[in-house]
């Protein structure tokens, strides 16, 4: 393995277990030496990669906002419209809050106090959820009367309530618990006309 | 003032204090120090009543517990029915996230996992929310179709969504938010003959 390829996989696994170590303590008790040796890394090795916790921190965030981004961008397909897209992308969400440690922490972040710039992660995912309503508003896809800022807003408050309380007891993020949200939203949010499955494929 | 109102008047100011300092750094590093100054008290009186900061944790969370059991008890009125008085809890619940910092860091202290032994708050809330919701369903109140088990998912989702986001932004906690999200769900949720208003007293 040449150099590069190594520090690149240094870093790929200091990320993931910062991810691990926030996601378990919580950011302040998090120590480096811990995330250092979770990857099983010195810590001169670590310190060559990020300065200080903020940075990892960031770090986490960041990949979480890309793996988010790629989701998002997966549901506009060709088929189905916006709303489809959304629900679509609600259920790759839950998916990447049960299955991918970084996506949790970069969401746990967002909501520790004791991590006071965090929350980018949940602001992309937030404009991205109003975008698509914005659309499937321009497109007659919802039913008279719906705000997509006020729609926007319950959506994501029920994405964030889901992720902090499957950090507790993973149950949340059964994927029951989205159906079941939906089955109860969709009926006001969507034109008759528009034909929605709680879930387009099977994955 | 005796002795003993003293006493019972420095513990309710440690609470609080206990609160807006957990509620603004977390958990992990609030310090007991920092607690005793912001309630004006010495440390030595701070561990008369606390042993630890786990204690007053637990005093917080208490606190909170008790706040929401008078709240909820009170939208059980003879008037209204149990969708009225779930709609009305989640409205003064939201009130006391804005308002009522042992609220809110009983909340926090839910989701911070450098706390582990917390989420009573919650569980409390969560049983309420399925018990309120199973009379509507046996009083024929809830729409055809309808889990009262999924729905009392969904609505503690949005609320502790809603307190996570509003502790970063307490726009999150403004009335149209929980507006919105009832102007959603309830055609979903309850069946045409139920009148309910999105708020019943104008408080």
């Not at 302040?28 to 921190?57: C, D, M, W, Y």
Request: one cysteine or more; glycine letters at 8%.
């Amino acid at each position: 393995m040449v150099k590069q390829e190594r520090a690149v996989r240094t870093r790929k696994s200091l990320i993931r277990a910062a991810a691990e170590v926030f996601a378990e303590e919580g950011y302040a008790p998090a120590s480096l030496t811990t995330i250092s040796k979770r990857a099983g890394v010195s810590n001169g090795a670590l310190h060559f990669h990020f300065q200080t916790k903020n940075e990892l921190a960031q770090a986490v965030e960041d990949e979480a906002v890309d793996v988010v981004a790629r989701l998002v961008k997966g549901t506009l397909g060709p088929e189905g419209g916006p709303l489809q897209a959304l629900v679509d992308a609600t259920y790759g969400l839950m998916g990447c809050l049960s299955d991918d440690i970084v996506v949790r922490a970069g969401f746990e972040l967002c909501g520790d106090r004791a991590r006071r710039s965090g929350s980018q992660l949940v602001r992309h995912w937030h404009q991205w959820v109003e975008e698509v309503l914005s659309r499937a508003e321009e497109e007659g896809h919802l039913a008279s009367g719906v705000s997509p800022e006020d729609a926007a807003a319950a959506i994501v408050a029920v994405t964030v309530g889901l992720e902090v309380l499957g950090g507790e007891d993973p149950r949340w993020f059964a994927e029951r618990r989205i159906i079941g949200f939906w089955s109860l939203l969709l009926p006001s949010l969507a034109r008759e006309h528009v034909l929605l499955s709680p879930r387009r494929n099977a994955r």
